[in-house]
Every structure is written in structure tokens, then in C-alpha cells.
């Protein structure tokens, strides 16, 4: 690793950690062997640490701590509803809706998915009743019709049920 590149990730990401660990290694490597790139490592991570030690305490203004207490105020639940249902409900939004996405889609496709199933199987029966009534009819007109090109008249049932069918 030459010595500029160390230098960008002792800048980026090194310092901070979030390097992976292949990477992290070998800039650790070129640190061992490069005095100039360890003096600017060191001179990095002393200005990055100063301005925290630097810092004072600085209060804010009673105006921002009067909204934020409103705004806590506004998100209170009506007194109505027990606590285990507020801490259930806060757990679902916290683990599903805000911060885990996926989750959010995943759980409405499964729903959309079990709801269309539902929604389908009184439909699949009327289909299934639907078939079986056209395969009788059509057995029944079979019955009725001349077989192989014959010529003869169709047999007659005589029966009510054939003339309103038939």
C-alpha cells in the first residue's frame, strides 16, 4: 500500500473504524513500516480528539426544552388504553414499521397473500360446481344424441326433469 493511499483511509475510515478488517489490516501494516504515514495517524487522531475535549457545555434555551416537552405531551396515549396494548403497539412500530422495512413489505405481502387466498376459495368451489354440472350436461346431451353418425331419432326419456333440460 503506497503512502498516499494510507493516508485517504487513515482520513476516512481507519480512524473511525468502519474499514473492514482486511483493510484496516493493512494499513496497520504500511503503518509499521512507514514512519511518516504513523507521525500523520497520530497528528489525525490528536485534532480529531481535540475538538471533543475543546468543547464546552452549552445549554439551550428554555424556548427548546418548552417545545419538546409539548411535543412528548402530544404523543401521550388517551388514558383509555392499558399499558401492555401501548407497549405492544410501540414494540410493532419500533421492530416492524420504522426500522426494518423489509419487515413492513414482507408482512403486507403475506397478508395481501392470505387475503387473496381467502377471497379465492369460494370462488375455486363455484368453478368446481360449475364444472361438474357442464361435464352432467354434456353426458346427458351425449345420451340423447345419435351415436356414430346414426340417423334414428334420439332416445326419449319421457321424464320431466329431461324435457326441461333437453
Not at 32 to 45: G, H, L
Not at 116 to 122: D, E, H, R, S, Y
Not at 128 to 137: G, I, S
Amino acid at each position: 500500500m503506497d503512502c498516499k493511499k494510507a493516508q485517504d483511509l487513515i482520513l476516512t475510515d481507519y480512524i473511525d473504524q468502519e474499514a473492514s478488517f482486511s483493510v484496516q489490516e493493512s494499513v496497520r501494516a504500511h503503518l509499521a513500516s512507514c514512519e511518516k504515514c504513523r507521525a500523520f495517524e497520530q497528528e489525525v487522531r490528536a485534532h480529531a480528539s481535540e475538538d471533543l475535549r475543546n468543547a464546552g457545555h452549552i445549554e439551550p434555551p428554555a424556548e427548546v426544552w418548552n417545545r419538546i416537552r409539548d411535543a412528548i405531551g402530544q404523543e401521550q396515549r388517551p388514558s383509555g388504553v392499558p399499558a401492555y396494548v401501548d407497549h405492544m403497539f410501540d414494540f410493532l412500530r419500533e421492530s416492524f414499521f420504522a426500522r426494518r422495512p423489509a419487515y413492513a413489505f414482507a408482512t403486507a405481502f403475506t397478508v395481501m397473500l392470505a387475503a387473496i387466498a381467502v377471497w379465492g376459495l369460494p370462488m375455486r368451489r363455484q368453478m368446481l360446481a360449475r364444472d361438474y354440472l357442464v361435464q352432467k350436461t354434456s353426458f346427458m346431451i351425449a345420451l340423447n344424441s345419435p351415436a356414430n353418425g346414426e340417423t334414428d331419432a334420439a332416445a326419449d326419456f319421457n321424464t320431466a326433469i329431461e324435457e326441461y333440460l333437453f
